[in-house]
C-alpha cells in the first residue's frame, strides 16, 4: 500500500477528534480483536491535581510503575506521584523526578549483573526513551473506565495478537512497525516513554522487574500505543 502526501490531510482530521468518550469503543474493539485477557491500560500524564477526573484517588501504596500497569490491567483506577512509585528508575524515565546517579551512570544495572562494563551499562542507560517534560503524576485506568483522553494505551498480550496490531498499524501508512527495547524499564520507558516522546507504537519483551514483580507472565509481550495511533487502528481492525 503506497501512503501518499494527501493522505495526511484525512489522517490528520482522524487523529485530532478522538474524545474520551471513545473510550470505551476503543476498548471493546481492542479487547475483541486482541482476544485480551486484560484490560487495555489509559496513560495519562498530569501536572495539576485539577486535571485528575473526579473519583479517581491517589493508591493508597507503594508499588513499581509495571506494578501499577497490572493492578490497572485488573481493573483498578488511580493516580500516582513520585512519592507512590517505588522504581526510580521506571519514575524517572517517565518523566516524574530526576534520574538517580547511580542509574544514570550505569553503576545500578551493572552491580545486578546485567552488563559486562559500566560503561556498556551506561550507553544502554543514555539510549532509554525519557520522557524530559515534567509531570506532577500519572493516572492509570482500565481504558473503558477513563474519564480522560490517554497519553498511552498500554496492551498486554501475546505475540499472535501483537503481529494484528503490527498488521493494522501499516495498514493506514504502509512502511515497517519498529520496535525498541533493551530487556530494561519496560513497562515505563519503552511502552509510556517511548510511544510519549516519538508518536509512536512501541512493542516491549518485559524486563526481569514487570515479569518478577507485576506479573507480566513468559507468554506475553507489552505494547505502548500513542493516542494518535487509536482511531487510525481502529479503522485497520474494521477493514481487514
Not at 68 to 74: E, G, L, N, P, S
Amino acid at each position: 500500500m503506497d501512503y501518499k502526501k494527501e493522505d495526511n490531510v484525512k489522517t490528520a482530521e482522524v487523529l485530532m477528534d478522538y474524545k474520551k468518550e471513545d473510550n470505551v469503543k476503543t476498548a471493546e474493539v481492542l479487547k475483541e480483536k486482541l482476544n485480551l485477557t486484560r484490560f487495555p491500560v489509559a496513560i495519562k500524564f498530569f501536572n495539576e491535581e485539577s486535571e485528575i477526573p473526579e473519583g479517581v484517588e491517589k493508591i493508597d501504596e507503594t508499588l513499581r510503575h509495571c506494578e501499577m500497569i497490572t493492578k490497572a490491567a485488573d481493573g483498578a483506577m488511580f493516580y500516582a506521584t513520585a512519592a507512590e512509585q517505588k522504581c526510580k528508575g521506571g519514575s524517572s524515565a517517565m518523566g516524574l523526578e530526576p534520574l538517580p546517579p547511580k542509574i544514570a551512570s550505569g553503576e545500578f544495572y551493572y552491580k545486578l549483573g546485567r552488563f559486562d562494563s559500566v560503561e556498556t551499562a551506561k550507553s544502554v542507560i543514555d539510549n532509554i526513551p525519557r520522557k524530559e517534560e515534567k509531570s506532577l503524576g500519572i493516572i492509570y485506568a482500565p481504558l473503558e473506565k477513563a474519564d480522560f483522553v490517554p497519553d498511552v494505551v498500554i496492551v498486554i498480550t501475546v505475540p499472535k495478537f501483537g503481529m494484528y496490531i503490527a498488521q493494522g498499524i501499516v495498514y493506514n501508512h504502509g512502511g515497517k512497525v519498529e520496535s525498541s527495547c533493551a530487556g530494561i524499564q519496560s513497562l515505563c520507558a519503552d511502552a509510556v516513554s517511548g510511544p510519549y516522546v516519538n508518536n509512536k507504537v512501541n512493542t516491549t519483551l518485559a524486563c526481569n522487574g514487570s515479569r518478577g514483580y507485576a506479573g507480566i507472565v513468559d507468554e506475553e509481550i507489552i505494547i505502548g500505543l500513542p493516542c494518535d495511533s487509536l482511531k487510525p487502528l481502529l479503522e485497520a481492525f474494521e477493514n481487514i
